[in-house]
């Protein structure tokens, strides 16, 4: 009879693809452990199995479109106070699946930094772009929003055939497709939703250490108790978007 050890070592290192089948060898054992490990391993692969069915309801969008390459495109940054607006634009393989992804704002930080490196690896190309305060400014948010997206796309070392949009679309000549909750209905939305997530926290992080009394690695700009507070006392810092923030100066 094999070891206790032994097995729950081949459970716990087995692949993927030949854990059933080892699941079914020790289904049968009576040993407590090894009968804890069997439904522990299966209760992982069902949500695994869970995931990819998931995944495979965000791929709708995607599967429109064979053999073309696929750009989704989404923003983050358009309601802060301060720190510009950015976009995120990726081209993922046709049928990748990346386990996770999901509409940023649902990942914890850990999770969106883990998946935005695995995004980037496995992308054909993407590119996040960033509009600044001062243009904000210039020209409202809405415009400077679909100025980063174009700058993002025009960035992208691969030329998409397709552009997928969080709900808006776009003065350039590439067919598009709106999509209303993007990022939660196409898995190329929501891989670039995580990129340009995480490249502006990552930002305003730094924004922090140069301008501490506004907890921008707390708030990321955006109109917490805690910032307006700090806006009131200390007055706007030179990232603050002017016309966002005139009824608290």
């Known amino acids: 009879m094999e070891k206790v050890s032994d097995i729950l070592f081949q459970i716990k290192t087995?692949?993927?693809s030949l854990?059933?089948?080892?699941?079914d060898k020790y289904e049968g054992d009576d040993r407590e452990s090894?009968?804890?490990?069997?439904?522990?391993?299966?209760?992982?692969l069902l949500k695994l199995?869970?995931?990819?069915?998931?995944?495979?309801?965000?791929?709708?969008?995607?599967?429109?479109?064979?053999?073309?390459f696929i750009c989704g495109i989404d923003e983050v940054g358009r309601g802060p106070?301060?720190?510009?607006?950015m976009a995120g634009a990726v081209i993922l393989p046709e049928g990748e699946k990346i386990r996770y992804v999901n509409d940023s704002k649902k990942l914890s930080e850990k999770k969106r930094e883990e998946l935005c490196a695995l995004i980037k690896e496995k992308a054909?190309?993407?590119n996040v772009s960033a509009v600044s305060q001062e243009r904000i400014d210039e020209v409202n948010i809405l415009n400077a929003t679909k100025e980063a997206m174009i700058t993002a796309v025009n960035s992208?070392?691969?030329k998409p055939d397709v552009l997928l949009i969080d709900a808006l679309t776009l003065p350039i000549d590439i067919k598009q497709e709106g999509?209303?909750?993007?990022?939660?209905?196409?898995?190329?939305i929501a891989a670039a939703s995580i990129v340009a997530k995480v490249t502006r926290d990552d930002y305003m992080k730094k924004m922090a250490l140069k301008y501490p009394e506004y907890g921008f690695d707390r708030n990321m700009g955006y109109g917490t108790a805690e910032h307006i507070a700090a806006i009131k006392k200390y007055g706007p810092c030179p990232i603050h978007r002017k016309s966002f923030i005139g009824n608290f100066i």
């Open 34 to 44: 090894v009968k804890k490990a069997v439904n522990s391993a299966r209760k992982r």
């Open 156 to 158: 992208l070392v691969t």
């Open 124 to 126: 054909v190309a993407w």
């Open 81 to 85: 106070l301060a720190g510009p607006v």
């Open 14 to 16: 087995a692949d993927e």
């Open 19 to 23: 854990l059933p089948a080892l699941l």
């Open 179 to 188: 999509i209303v909750k993007g990022d939660m209905n196409s898995i190329s």
């Open 49 to 68: 199995e869970e995931e990819d069915l998931r995944l495979e309801g965000m791929m709708k969008y995607e599967r429109k479109y064979p053999g073309l």
